[in-house]
């Protein structure tokens, strides 16, 4: 699955070419169309009550296996981290020593969930994954918890998921989690800048997004000022694109509106969409991707679609149709049917105690955090940051190797339909798969033991 060397070359320079190009081409945000609320919250992209339903107990035996890692008529299934690194090819880097080692992830969320670390390490044993090295930071000083708001235990799940996934991808790189001390758009930027200014790590995750016309001119200014100078210091961006298809929340909350999520749409962040993975439930061999798509079961599906505030960079032209900002850039798992296997302690379930356990979690939630890890990866193999990597997705997607580093999405779409309170069902109209890029995968999900190396290849 490896490219030729000269090719690598070239891809590489084309690369380069396009990372000067697309700092020409940042010129901030248009006039907002749609007036902001005064002060708006961010929304975990799998919500404040996470998509997750159990996985119950493991199946006896030697190996890791739950019921839902079978197929069962009727019943969800889903994948542990085995199965995942075999689909996404991710175990050849793990094999050969690219695991992260000297490199660090930032995650940014929001509370303080008091058993983050006890969670992961129960992870961790089910599968024998040696614990990271975890710092956690609350810059404005940590929440005080409360396990009877339903916000606090929806980051609660959040945060499980972006540490034990990250972790999962790239298992020797530290972790810095960085939590805000609400979900406010002002105290996520503050806890984003706070990572930024003390290059706290060589990219960083962000699990989550709104509307982009919902937050308030001044912030937005301000948040992508901050992601110009991560971008600088060569630290990578990613962000989920949003779990409500094409769709966002109002800003009112009260229905949804066709809209492009943010940070996921500003440029200089890698906008993470979601797919619905077939792949071999006990050794994960690879079969096949649909667009994630459950609006009809859980009222969730991969998030994509066009801004209306950000211009199109140049790293874009000639790839998705319009003025502005497209997204999502790539993709990954985010089906709850298919979905990964994560532990949520009694606090990250929100049961009351007894409530703890294995749960099967779905989002583009879960992509972030992986795609993360894969830069972590990257940044191993380049013995630095690899800063912006969209130019490099981009020219590998219009290269004859993209079938060597993307899995091609071409089947479904990114409608989303939701009930209006009066009985009658709402469709807000998607996005359609097809042929290399599009507004509902992006370029598709990553073959990491290919692209890994052509991304830290490029930042040099």
């Known amino acids: 699955m490896s490219i030729p060397t000269g090719a690598l070359r070239r891809t590489t320079a084309i690369a380069a070419t396009a990372a000067a190009a697309v700092a020409l081409s940042m010129t901030g945000s248009v006039a907002p169309t749609a007036a902001a609320a005064s002060r708006h919250a961010v929304t975990p992209a799998v919500g404040v009550h996470p998509h997750y339903i159990s996985a119950g107990h493991r199946e006896p035996g030697g190996s890791v296996q739950f019921g839902c890692q079978a197929v069962r008529p009727g019943r969800l299934t889903c994948f542990g981290p085995d199965q995942i690194r075999a689909a996404y090819s991710i175990q050849p880097l793990l094999d050969h020593g690219i695991t992260g080692k000297g490199r660090t992830i930032v995650i940014v969320d929001a509370y303080s969930p008091p058993a983050v670390l006890s969670d992961l390490h129960t992870f961790d044993a089910a599968w024998g994954i040696p614990d990271p090295q ?211 302690g009694d606090d990250a379930a929100g049961g009351g105690p007894g409530s703890g356990g294995f749960y099967i979690v779905g989002g583009t939630s879960a992509g972030s955090p992986q795609w993360a890890g894969l830069t972590a990866l990257g940044a191993q193999l380049a013995h630095r940051g690899l800063g912006l990597i969209n130019p490099t997705l981009y020219a590998l997607g219009r290269s004859r190797y993209a079938s060597r580093v993307f899995h091609d999405v071409t089947v479904g779409d990114n409608r989303y339909a939701y009930g209006d309170g009066t009985g009658t069902t709402v469709t807000v109209p998607g996005y359609a798969a097809a042929r290399g890029w599009d507004a509902a995968t992006g370029w598709g999900t990553p073959i990491a033991s290919s692209l890994v190396p052509v991304l830290a290849a490029a930042a040099h």
């Open 134 to 344: 975890l710092r956690i930071v609350a810059p404005q000083g940590a929440t005080p918890w409360d396990g009877t708001d339903a916000n606090q235990v929806g980051w609660a799940g959040e945060t499980n998921l972006d540490v034990q996934w990250a972790h999962v991808v790239a298992p020797a790189a530290r972790i810095v989690l960085v939590q805000a001390r609400t979900n406010d758009d002002a105290d996520i930027l503050a806890a984003t800048k706070w990572a930024v200014e003390h290059r706290a790590g060589d990219v960083i995750s962000q699990s989550f997004g709104e509307d982009e016309r919902c937050v308030l001119p001044a912030i937005a200014e301000a948040e992508h000022e901050v992601f110009e100078e991560a971008t600088e210091r060569g630290i990578t961006l990613i962000a989920s694109a949003g779990d409500q298809g094409s769709a966002q929340p109002t800003c009112d909350g009260a229905a949804f509106s066709l809209a492009a999520s943010s940070p996921a749409a500003d440029p200089l962040v890698t906008a993470v969409g979601g797919t619905s993975l077939d792949a071999d439930l006990t050794t994960g061999a690879y079969r096949s991707e649909t667009v994630w798509n459950e609006t009809d079961l859980f009222g969730a599906a991969g998030g994509g679609g066009y801004s209306v505030l950000e211009r199109k960079p140049s790293y874009q032209r000639r790839v998705a149709a319009g003025r502005h900002r497209a997204l999502p850039d790539v993709s990954y798992d985010g089906g709850i049917n298919n979905g990964v296997l994560t532990y949520f």
